[in-house]
């Protein structure tokens, strides 16, 4: 397991304490995490110390973690909880697990369902990140790398990931996380979920035609990753990992979206 930061470098009245140089590097290689006010870069840099004061880094089949690849990955998973109160509360949101497991790329996991008739089908699907619910992260180092220039394409694993941690604080993952008291002036958890999901589907509904004319008919390709037409509960990720780091180009896409996650990630 990888300690290193802990260890380096001593401890910060909210978790670790990050040296400049590294923190500068990330932030330079990551257009989206430069581009944020000084402001939310200090608030970033908070979550990120104590996040990596409560996680473990185990790199898999010998990988060495780095310093730098586990900070880069913590700034990642930490935008997502920048506007969501002081840190030890923000971070409740990852608190029912504890390991990230680094990969060097993408691998092979062998999956295996019971359809209706009770018959037992096993096969192997590809997987560059994986969030198991009260269990660990799986990402592959190749993706997370590469996040700094795929974001013009929307997507970032790292975020994708996250956010089903943050979709599983409601139970199974469906697409909409626990809301706030009062979200989008609702009364009620019942009207709360109902005011999400009244927006979040159609865009899914939406985009999901727009895959199938897209993959059967030639239509135009989505800018989206086609995997969140899978379901919604892949949807609602998927548009997250756009929505963080290509706000401009999401905005275009999905403008009835921005507001909704505004209201939630409290982006103003």
Known sequence: MWRA??????TAPTGVEIPDPLWNGVLAGLPFLSALSQDEQAGLRSLCGGF????????????????AMALSIAAQACLPLLHLGPPAQALGWYDDFVTVVVHAAGVVAPREVTDEAGIVHRYDEPLIGEAM????????????????DTAAEGTNVVIHEF?????????EPDGCPPLPPGFLGTRGARAARAAWLAVLEPAYEAFREQVIVAERFGGAEPWLDPYG??????????????YFVNRARFADEFPALVP???AFFRRR
């Open 260 to 262: 909704l996650f505004d």
């Open 133 to 148: 619910d009260s269990g660990p992260v799986t990402l592959s180092w190749q993706d997370v790398a590469a996040a700094g």
């Open 5 to 10: 930061i802990r260890s380096l470098f001593g």
């Open 163 to 171: 956010i089903h941690k943050i979709d599983m604080r409601g139970g």
């Open 229 to 242: 037409a899978e379901a919604l509960s892949e949807f609602f990720p998927v548009a997250c990992e756009a």
């Open 52 to 67: 990596l004061d409560r996680k473990e880094f185990h790199g898999a089949h010998g990988l060495e973690v780095t310093d």
